[in-house]
């Protein structure tokens, strides 16, 4: 993936040439911006061009993406880069093989080579073990004595924090004695979507590229380059649900088969989604409602109870355009037209700007480790009050 294949971030993407072209990079960077925007992407783009040989041959292009060293970054085997995040304590311990702890250790060695994997096929993915809570000191510890050593192949050093946010106190501290006195031939990237939960010191260590949302624009534009036999409504079904996350709308982009293909899993969550709002809001389904949003709760991850909110919120902007507009076109689910109409006679006032709001707050209460049931059942108590008032 050279620079041209970076979908968006033109302006932070000539910010990063004319620093390599000028010799004037930064120690250390901090990458902020929502999630799935490809962050991560940029920061390895970045990376793979400062080790691989053949890019000062065309710096504007970057990295090769044919040569050893581009083909072991894009395996995650480069001994230069370093990529971490947040991962079970249990896989930085000193097991002995005799014990039974060892067992433990296999299945997250086996977790974590999947997480691994997933990113190899989508770069935009960012790895979570759920049973991992922070990015804990061992791993800086390493990345410490790891510092220490000169890059092999004349490249350089390249060490990725992935959510850097969730740095414990210790190993932030440590990080933060390491961008102190940086080491010239070692360049951290410190990536982000809450960079405010991040040391003060840290972030005055560090220069900020702020990363924005992808257009809907360059989303098409990307699908249908690189999925061409994909009808428009899919392709605008694919860009309405994944919100500028390029995370979601590859994953999506991959389930096509066809030119007919629409069984996506988003439109599945879609369709769940649109259930539970219609046992919320209609009487007499209490017990329905709650025993729904407990199935939900138990049987979905936290990245699908997201991508069903995601799709309600595109949902309701369907029908906030068309109370405005009867005659709007651009709906992001075309296929529910009829849907959205019945919605439009049936509810008359709807507070969209709050319904916007509360679905937003939903969404990162659960993608923060909020309790799942709570959280839909107080979201389905506020919608049906702003909805039905």
């Not at 620093?19 to 911006?33: E, N």
């Not at 990295?63 to 304590?89: G, K, M, Q, W």
């Not at 510092?147 to 050093?157: D, H």
Request: proline share 5%; aromatic share 6%; glycine share 4%.
């Amino acid at each position: 993936m050279s620079w041209d294949r970076i979908v968006g971030h033109s302006l932070q993407i000539n910010i990063l040439r004319k620093s390599i072209a000028a010799d004037r990079l930064a120690h250390a960077y901090l990458f902020t911006g929502p999630e799935g925007t490809g962050k991560e992407s940029v920061a390895f783009e970045l990376a793979k061009q400062l080790n691989c040989p053949h890019a000062p041959e065309n710096p504007e292009k970057g990295a090769c993406d044919t040569c050893e060293s581009c083909l072991r970054v894009a395996s995650f085997l480069h001994p230069n880069i370093e990529y971490i995040f947040p991962v079970e304590s249990v896989l930085l311990d000193r097991i002995d093989p005799s014990k039974s702890e060892n067992k433990k250790f296999s299945e997250a060695k086996a977790r974590y080579d999947a997480l691994i994997e997933h990113k190899k096929q989508n770069p935009y993915f960012t790895p979570v073990m759920e049973r991992s809570m922070a990015i804990l000191t061992e791993q800086v510890s390493d990345l410490q004595q790891k510092a220490a050593f000169m890059p092999s192949g004349g490249g350089r050093k390249v060490f990725i924090i992935s959510q850097a946010e969730k740095l414990n106190q210790s190993a932030a501290n440590k990080l933060l004695k390491l961008l102190e006195e940086p080491p010239a031939h070692v360049l951290f990237i410190l990536v982000s979507s809450r960079p405010d939960a991040i040391l003060p010191t840290i972030r005055s260590r560090c220069q900020t590229l702020k990363f924005s949302r992808i257009k809907p624009a360059e989303i098409e534009t990307w699908l249908s380059e690189t999925c061409p036999s994909a009808e428009q409504d899919v392709r605008r079904f694919i860009v309405g649900i994944s919100r500028g996350n390029l995370e979601k709308a590859l994953d999506l982009s991959r389930t096509i088969r066809d030119e007919t293909a629409m069984t996506l899993p988003g439109l599945e969550l879609r369709d769940r989604a649109l259930d539970w709002l219609r046992n919320v809001l209609t009487p007499n389904r209490l017990q329905q409602t709650i025993g729904e949003t407990e199935e939900i709760s138990k049987n979905l991850s936290r990245q699908e109870i997201a991508s069903m909110l995601g799709s309600l919120l595109l949902f309701f902007q369907d029908i906030n355009h068309r109370t405005i507009d009867d005659r709007w076109e651009e709906l992001n689910n075309p296929d529910l037209e009829s849907s959205i109409l019945r919605f439009v006679r049936n509810f008359r006032n709807p507070d969209f700007y709050e319904l916007s709001a509360q679905t937003e707050t939903a969404i990162r209460s659960i993608m923060r480790n909020a309790n799942p049931f709570l959280t839909l059942s107080a979201y389905a108590i506020q919608i049906k009050q702003l909805i039905a008032r």
